[in-house]
């Protein structure tokens, strides 16, 4: 039924509709650029039936991959670059996280980028060419690309072609991050997520390059995905190339997925990436760029578990990321900010489950949590677009304002900390289950962060949630003195292209945990499909049982920390937070300004390190060596020139002659032989 | 007559035009020698074509291609050609004639530094 030609339509048709809207719809169409929010979501809603049905097609298929030939792209001697698709279930799982996510957010769209749409950030926010519509189109252009980008990168058979769509959804990220440009903060925190994965991206880089070396002369083709995966650790066992080297590709590989997904300590993009609408924070945050770390983990799984140092430190990072960002929501007071640093705390879960050898429970809770996140992060639009304001002191009391926002809201911050039966508790069981049943050291330490995270969790989603939708009214955008919107308050449900979005999202935040990925064989579903799918090929050790003690004890802990939120933060709190800010001052103040992981990059490592140091090296090196090669280069070209420049007669018949000459001795030469 | 005379006949006469090509100060000298370099051309196209390709038709026509006239075909097209160039050539010496009073090839040296 899906033939490859198909699979291909999943990635063309967003980036053929990314090609319409900015090459014809925003250059000569402008008046009519309504029209690109019905293309871009007509085009990703067919790559989302392509891709449902490709997820069903893999699900289904016993050989569990639809093979297909590569194409050859590029041949340099006998070296062949190849462009092809890798279609397993891990990409299968990510197409349909990638179009579904992103076909919603592109609805939701739809009302929150309307440019008659008040109260909202957008609407006081245009630049001088940039009033009226032409934002639309520029909008549903970037959102194309940057689903077409995740597509092509979950798609790609290819380091090489993996590394060309890594980039362009970092490209992409950049774009929409600094989608309000004018705006000064959004500029620089565009600009902060490009250079921050970049980094992480010379990793990656270095870690292709690396690869490459070592493997060109080792027979076959070490840029296709699945000859690493397949080969490769079977190169390091026959002695081939040194167990050394693996590590370092694996460690670069990781360094490229601390990028992206916004690890420790490359995190500091991901909360001022909220810079960006509100939609785009859900895409990001929700199905392409951030999963797009841990999916290459996952992709490239086998050389990581041939490599106990680096999943080692895959464990100690997730861990530690887990609950260092939910130690910084704890205190944000911006709701956005909040859902930020929960992503980074549960992309954490994702690589601790990836250190410690779940390979199925992380992309699992990849899957759950890409549709409860995306539902939180449009809710908290919704609310922005009520109230003009991200800020939650000035929100409160939305509850029966906005009574669709509050319910999905509320479904959405169950599901992420982690409540049976929701969707959230059953990955995030699956992931504690396994880094409790690997036993050793580092498990254990990743375990207890993440089960002290499950509190903090559901803490700081149930502070939001109290914050925004409980108590009065605090006043919105009127009394926030750095509200970005300038229209009324108008505390009304959102419109329906808004709404609908998070209906839909809430049914998934619901059941997909146990549908998708049942405990014991539900209604004709096997128990653990899921994971067994995902993990036929990596012959990892059985996955241990559902473990009820585990459990109970996840969501016991889970219902303290929304006890604490609601002791703290109900009308008339138990514990006021002023009293709790007294007790805890001086963590509170660490916590709110981030560890100063910030300032420490900016004062210690961008001011002295770089500036003071290595870039006065290398001003020294431009300005003497660089700059005075340039310089003699071009004195010698001048002062060659003005010799050659004497030649130039003008005499038409000195030409002649000249040419000639010329010829009679190339003749000559060519006749009597030299 | 044998093929050499005339080739060096050819020679001798595109010889002359080359020279005069290079040293004649008037233009239309200058065209003229450029005709007479052609006809040398010529000369030497047809002898070639003529000595080199059988003369006679045979009985059974084998293989059409000896039976080419290559050269005279390659003359005629560059007397056509020579004839359209002279016409070009003498338009634009009446041109610079008309913007320098002077049609001396050594005038025209705009191409100088």
């Known amino acids: 039924m899906i033939n490859e030609q198909l699979v291909w339509a999943i990635f063309f048709i967003p980036l053929a509709s990314f090609c319409l809207l900015a090459l014809l719809v925003r250059p000569f169409f402008n008046s009519y650029s309504y029209i690109s929010g019905p293309i871009a979501i007509v085009s990703i809603g067919i790559s989302f039936i392509l891709s449902l049905l490709t997820f069903f097609e893999v699900a289904t298929n016993s050989n569990h991959n639809l093979v297909s030939e590569p194409n050859s792209w590029l041949e340099i001697g006998d070296f062949h670059f190849t462009v092809g698709i890798l279609m397993d279930p891990l990409t299968a799982v990510m197409l349909v ?24 950030e957008n609407a006081e926010h245009h630049g001088p060419e940039e009033l009226g519509k032409p934002v639309y189109a520029r909008y549903f252009a970037y959102m194309s690309l940057f689903t077409a980008s995740m597509l092509g990168l979950v798609m790609a058979a290819n380091v090489v072609q993996l590394f060309v769509f890594w980039e362009l959804v970092g490209l992409c990220s950049y774009l929409l991050i600094g989608f309000w440009f004018h705006r000064p903060a959004a500029a620089a925190a565009a600009k902060k997520a490009f250079i921050v994965t970049r980094i992480g991206d010379f990793g990656f880089l270095i870690a292709l390059m690396y690869l490459f070396f070592k493997t060109h002369n080792k027979g076959d083709n070490y840029l296709e995905i699945s000859v690493i995966n397949a080969n490769l650790p079977g190169l390091v066992d026959a002695g081939l190339i040194t167990a050394g080297a693996l590590t370092l590709i694996a460690l670069g590989m990781f360094v490229g997925a601390i990028g992206k997904s916004g690890q420790f300590p490359l995190h500091t993009w991901l909360p001022d990436a909220m810079e960006g609408p509100t939609p785009v924070s859900a895409l990001i945050h929700a199905a392409t760029m951030v999963t797009a770390g841990v999916f290459l983990v996952a992709r490239f799984f086998p050389i990581f578990e041939h490599s106990p140092d680096v999943m080692l430190i895959v464990t100690i990072i997730g861990g530690v990321t887990a609950i260092f960002a939910a130690t910084m929501g704890l205190v944000a007071n911006d709701i956005k900010r909040v859902l ?31 549709f409860f996140k995306a539902l939180l992060f449009l809710g908290s639009g919704s609310v922005n677009h009520a109230t003009g304001t991200f800020d939650m002191r000035y929100m409160g009391g939305l509850r029966r304002k906005m009574p ?8 959405g911050s169950l599901s992420l900390a982690g409540i049976f039966p929701l969707a959230g508790f059953w990955s995030k069981d699956e992931i504690l289950l396994n880094a409790w049943d690997k036993g050793d050291v580092a498990s254990i330490i990743g375990f207890s962060l993440a089960l002290i995270a499950v509190f903090m969790t559901a803490f700081y989603m149930f502070r939001a949630l109290l914050l925004t939708f409980e108590g009065d009214f605090r006043g919105g ?26 209906v839909i999202l809430a049914i998934p935040a619901v059941i997909i945990g146990f549908l998708v ?3 014991k064989d539900f209604g004709g ?28 004890i996840s969501s016991l802990i889970a219902l303290l920390g929304i006890l604490l939120a609601w002791a703290m933060y109900k009308r008339n709190p138990y514990l006021s937070p002023a009293t709790m800010g007294r007790v805890a001052g001086p963590i509170y103040t660490l916590f709110l300004n981030k560890y100063y992981v910030d300032e420490v990059y900016e004062k210690f490592i961008t001011g002295r390190i770089y500036y003071n140091g290595i870039a006065l090296i290398s001003d020294w090196i431009d300005r003497n060596i660089v700059d005075r090669t340039v310089n003699i280069i071009g004195w010698l070209g001048a002062n060659f020139g003005s010799l050659i420049r004497e030649l130039q007669t003008g005499q038409t018949q000195m030409y002649a002659t000249v040419t000639s000459v010329g010829i009679i001795i190339i003749a000559a030469v ?4 030299m | 007559m044998t093929l050499e005379r005339f080739l060096i006949l050819g020679a001798i006469l595109f010889g002359i035009g080359l020279y005069g090509v290079l040293s004649k100060k008037h233009a239309i000298a200058v065209l003229m020698s450029l005709e007479i370099m052609f006809n040398g051309v010529n000369v030497t196209a047809v002898a070639l074509s003529r000595y080199t390709v059988p003369y006679t038709v045979p009985d059974t026509f084998v293989d059409a291609s000896r039976f080419l006239l290559t050269g005279h075909v390659f003359t005629v097209f560059i007397i056509t050609v020579a004839a359209a160039e002279v016409a070009l050539g ?24």
């Open chain 1, 517 to 519: 990925n049942p405990i």
């Open chain 1, 525 to 552: 579903i096997p128990a653990h499909w899921f994971t067994h799918k995902l993990e036929h090929s990596l012959h990892l050790p059985p996955p241990p049982a559902f473990d009820p003690i585990l459990a109970i």
């Open chain 1, 404 to 411: 669709i926002t509050y319910i999905t809201f509320l479904i």
């Open chain 2, 90 to 113: 003498l338009a634009i010496i009446i041109a610079i004639y008309r913007t320098r009073q002077s049609v001396l090839i050594t005038d025209a040296k705009e191409l100088s530094r």
């Open chain 1, 670 to 673: 060519y006749i009597f032989g």
């Open chain 1, 477 to 502: 955008s009127d009394k926030d003195p750095e509200a970005q919107a300038h229209g009324p308050v108008h505390l009304t449900e959102s419109p329906f292209p808004m709404v609908l979005p998070l």
């Open chain 1, 340 to 370: 930020a640093y929960s992503t980074v705390s549960q992309l954490g879960y994702m690589m601790l489950a990836l250190g410690v050898g779940a390979y199925g429970p992380a992309i699992f809770h990849l899957f759950t949590h890409a």
């Open chain 1, 97 to 120: 996280v990638v179009t579904g996510v992103s076909l919603m957010v592109q609805i939701y769209s739809m009302g929150y980028m309307k440019p008659s749409n008040h109260g909202s």
